[in-house]
């Protein structure tokens, strides 16, 4: 009795709290998902059959395989560098993946667009050395929002790569080497396969967060490339449609949670190897 | 061991993705010091005047006033729970220890764009029983950021815990010190730089949130971020780019401090 009694008072409170700010309120979403405007799935037909919600889930999908893509091949490199390489070489990754990390996203999204925009950097200087005579149209279009989102996602691909790479039996590095394998050989043939579950979790985790992005997409595709985060926004301010909002959520939620189970059994099996 | 340094192409590749990396954060400063009204990159005159309209418009000092003020009372209550929370999995290992902290977690794995969902239809219920903690006021905001920021907090606290010596616990339990002393005198003296570390992240999380704060505000509860994010849609406003350079010079600071008094540490170490 007395244990529990103390349990409840030190694991109690952020448990109550979580479930009454959080749970409870997510229940509402679900309740909002079957009765609004009227009770029933009609809103989760609704969103599965209107081709519109379908475009944004096909073009979302798109977005985040190729940001997936990008992120994890820019922070392998990256962290190659940050793990093996020279002091100097180590300080220097190791500034420019923090820098970028503890800036905010709308900082972010803004330096981006102080780059791309029609009269941002990149398009007065190609402009002025007269390589161009009309501004390119380098954002607020789908191309905007994967570098965007592949400039937020690199430092969060890095860490699980770093770990995997700190990982590693250098034994094995060792033994190719002795058999007289090539540097490139040695990197494509016992390097990248073993650092392949850290690859997955990066890629997992990019992935998971890329689908419910909101910020990034809605400043630098500029109205024109939504997303499924942006679609909820839009849902519940802007033409109400309470149901079909709550009815996205739910279905962009069980995504999320289904991919997180994967890669839960993923991490397990993995240890119990 | 030479052979198996990243070579030169290796080293190319990653320093093109470090200057992706450095890019918009370095592209914003010229930019702000534009004497146009609207983003474009000065070429021949140089201007200030997006700076003092940082300081001529008191939005902008209100609104960073506001983002402090949420900031340490979010902070403070979510690493108080966090605390609490950890250390009674810690100590008391109890069987569900895997799913108690996966609910403690879930607002940091959910998809933001739900999670603001679901705090704004929290709050929206809530005002409906009183004005205080409610949709658009900066109570509803604090609580809101605290329910975001809650699960980094078990997480650095628990890796904190996770490299206490348990045994220095059940030398102070078999003397028998009760729960209090334990965890006052024996624990949290350990992870005391866990829990300012748990501290200060809450609070720049909080600083810098705005995926939940644009559901749950609308017109009062004007952060600094949701400031910006009204400059940015429509018209970008340069000023964007002025508060932009403060905040990066901010951050940079910080780190660059930071290494180098670790630095300084290492060597002192080295040579004692």
């Known amino acids: ?273 | 061991m030479t052979v198996l340094r990243p070579g030169p192409l290796a080293a190319t590749l990653a320093a093109l993705v470090a200057v992706f990396l450095m890019m918009p954060l370095i592209a914003v400063i010229p930019v702000s010091f534009t004497p146009t009204r609207y983003l474009s990159v000065p070429d021949a005159e140089w201007s200030l005047r997006h700076y003092r309209a940082l300081i001529d418009n008191p939005a902008w000092a209100q609104g960073a006033w506001l983002s402090i003020r949420i900031g340490v009372v979010a902070s403070v209550v979510a690493t108080g729970l966090a605390l609490l929370f950890s250390l009674g999995i810690w100590m008391l290992q109890p069987r569900f220890a895997g799913l108690l902290m996966g609910l403690a977690l879930l607002p940091m794995v959910a998809p933001p764009v739900v999670s603001a969902l679901t705090l704004y239809f929290f709050l929206i219920t809530l005002s409906k029983m009183n004005s205080f903690i409610a949709y658009d006021t900066w109570a509803g905001v604090a609580l809101a950021h605290a329910v975001m920021i809650a699960p980094f907090a078990v997480v650095l606290i628990s890796v904190a815990l996770a490299q206490v010596d348990r045994r220095i616990d059940l030398a102070a339990r078999s003397m028998g010190a009760g729960l209090f002393t334990r965890i006052t005198r024996v624990i949290l003296p350990n992870i005391r730089f866990g829990i300012l570390t748990a501290l200060f992240l809450t609070f720049v999380l909080s600083w810098e949130e705005i995926g939940v704060t644009l559901f749950i505000t609308s017109v009062n509860a004007v952060t600094l971020p949701r400031l910006m994010w009204m400059g940015l849609r429509d018209n970008i406003d340069p000023a964007i780019a002025a508060i932009s350079v403060v905040l990066i010079t901010i951050v940079v600071t910080v780190i660059l401090t930071k290494a180098a008094l670790e630095r300084r540490r290492a060597r002192a170490q080295e040579k004692a």
């Open chain 1, 1 to 273: 009795m007395k244990q529990s009694s103390r349990f409840l008072l030190l694991i109690g409170p952020l448990l109550l709290f979580l479930v009454a700010t959080y749970l409870v309120p997510f229940l509402g979403i679900i309740r909002w998902s079957v009765t609004l405007p009227e009770p029933g799935l009609g809103q989760y037909k609704a969103a599965l059959g209107d081709p519109l919600v379908l475009t944004v889930f096909w073009r979302t999908l798109r977005i985040c395989a190729a940001v997936t893509a990008g992120a994890v091949t820019g922070a392998y490199v990256v962290t190659l560098l940050w793990v093996r390489g020279s002091p100097l070489q180590r300080l220097v990754v190791e500034l420019c993946i923090l820098i970028p990390f503890w800036i905010s996203v709308l900082t972010r999204a803004f330096g981006w667009l102080a780059l791309l925009s029609n009269k941002g950097l990149i398009n007065t200087w190609l402009q002025s050395l007269g390589i161009l005579s009309e501004p390119l149209t380098l954002v607020r279009n789908e191309f905007g929002v994967i570098v965007g989102m592949t400039h937020f996602l690199i430092p969060f691909a890095v860490f699980p790569l770093a770990s995997s790479m700190r990982n590693l039996d250098e034994r094995v590095l060792m033994a190719a080497r002795g058999m007289g394998a090539g540097r490139a050989r040695i990197f494509w043939q016992v390097f990248v396969p073993m650092t392949r579950p850290g690859i997955l979790g990066a890629g997992l985790v990019v992935f998971v967060f890329a689908l419910g992005f909101f910020i990034t997409p809605a400043i630098l595709g500029g109205g024109r490339s939504v997303m499924v985060a942006e679609l909820i926004y839009l849902r519940i301010f802007q033409s109400p449609d309470w149901g079909l909002g709550a009815a996205i959520s739910v279905i962009l939620m069980a995504g999320v949670g289904i991919l997180l189970a994967a890669m839960m059994r993923q991490v397990r099996q993995g240890a119990s190897k």
